[in-house]
């Protein structure tokens, strides 16, 4: 079973950046994508970004499209995501997923 390790997040205020990473343990890694969902309070867990592990290809929500960017590191086995320009609606646990785990989540509170 494929071990996903959160890390980055915190308190910032709105308009800052903020980076989060995600590394999957080796052993039950398909390297099919890795992305991110959040959930905020009283609100169900959303999408937000996501990689293509062997393409590349990136797809975003659209309340980030613009403002938050996806990137991997092939040889960690590892996904960022670039958060600039947050706003206070982007306040949220922030999970790491794979098509088959996911991370334990990461909260990211932004000030206004």
């Known amino acids: 079973q494929v071990q996903l390790v959160e890390s980055g997040g915190g308190l910032v205020q709105a308009g800052d950046s903020l980076t989060l990473s995600c590394a999957a343990s080796?052993?039950?890694?398909?390297?099919?994508?890795m992305a991110w969902f959040r959930q905020a309070p009283g609100k169900e867990r959303e999408f937000v970004a996501r990689?293509?592990?062997?393409?590349?290809?990136?797809t975003y929500a659209d309340s980030v499209k613009g403002r938050f960017t996806i990137s991997k590191d092939n040889a960690n086995n590892a996904a960022s995501l670039k958060m600039n320009s947050l706003k206070p609606e982007d306040t949220a646990v922030y999970y790491c997923?794979?098509?088959?785990?996911w991370g334990q989540g990461t909260q990211v509170t932004v000030s206004s």
């Open positions: 080796e052993r039950g890694f398909s390297k099919y994508y």
């Open positions: 997923a794979t098509d088959n785990a």
């Open positions: 990689i293509n592990w062997n393409t590349d290809s990136t």
